[in-house]
């Protein structure tokens, strides 16, 4: 249980997840927080973490806070800390909250190295630990692999042997099922497309939104306008992960944090927003994939610099087609009244494009790409 005296060790500090929870996680009473930060060759672990905190709305936590940067890497044997550092948080943490992945849909052996590697060896480490600290995964909905038009329960969602449509959710399906079957004490939290709605960051909206520049070059893309997207804003994750730490007892391991369907906004009523942002002057055109026959292809995807941008989408149409939804009545439950608020998508889409409308590196990629 999370309040004034638990000590909290946390992965993936300088990722949009990680850095949100250490900066959330400063507000609350907490004893130490430790933050593991990869190391790099252009700075210390402190500087790293204080420039990914400054990233954030509310900018650096207050100088007497409880909180420590460590030099590691969940990919590393013990965790690539230091005698010292890996002794302290052995002894010390109450909880770990391991926040760490390889999220690219494209390299695959990093994702392997990172997500079930790094799993394996925060086990090994949580086993070490002489408190018997509470293991948070943070995993994702997409570990139920392929599959569409569906709302699945946390249960629905246990398919580490089906078809993925990339090793990233492969390889988080494995890192999970490592963790929920290791005998320990573990919370399994799994998130659905994570926003950076609130942080004032060009990059961590990018990180998600990088594709959606590329529409303006195409007049049709083969996407189902009936078709709805799980997506939430980070702070909603952060907030339920915490507020479920803080209860004295769970009923269960493992818990969707996502928007459920709870008034989740269909493609058709999405798209609009993005031709009023872009003014288009003729409105994208939806068109179900099952209706994007060779001919239609044809049609549409013309120039050879369209055949270069509609190549580089082919990673996210898979997921762009899913049209599934995540079940949350389970968090609705067990938070009850403290169910955090989780705005629309809707209510911060605009938020985001605009910051990567201004951002150069999606500028860079979109010369790469021939728009």
Known sequence: MLQKDTNVFVTGA???????????????????????VRPT?????????????????????HADAALSA?????????????DADYDSVRREADIIIHSAAETSFIRAAA??????????????????????????????AFVSGVVANECLTEEDGRRPRSEHHNEYTHSKAVAEELVRSSGLPVLVVR?????????PDAAFARAILQFVPLLNELDAVPINPAGRPDAVPVQFVVNSIIRLLQLPHLQYDCYHISAGDQGTATFGQLSPILDRFYGR?????LIPLAQWTRDVHRNYIRTPEQRRIFASLRNYLPFLNMNVLYDNSRLRAELGD?????????SYLEELLSLISHDRGVTRWLRAKGA
């Open 14 to 36: 300088t990722g949009l997840i990680g850095g949100e929870l250490v900066r959330t996680l400063l507000t609350q009473p907490v004893g130490k927080v430790w933050a593991l």
């Open 41 to 61: 060759t252009d700075g210390h672990p402190e500087l790293r973490l204080a420039q990914r905190l400054k990233r954030s709305a509310s900018g650096e936590p």
């Open 70 to 82: 460590v030099t590691g890497d969940v990919s590393a044997k013990r965790l690539g800390l230091s």
């Open 111 to 140: 994702c392997r190295r990172t997500n079930i590697a790094g799993a394996k060896h925060l086990i090994e480490f949580t086993r070490e630990c002489t408190r018997n600290p509470l293991l948070v995964c943070l995993s994702t």
């Open 191 to 199: 998130p659905s497309v994570v926003l950076s709605a609130g942080v």
């Open 281 to 285: 002057p003729v409105p994208l055109r």
């Open 338 to 346: 403290r169910f955090p608020e989780c705005p629309p998508l809707t």
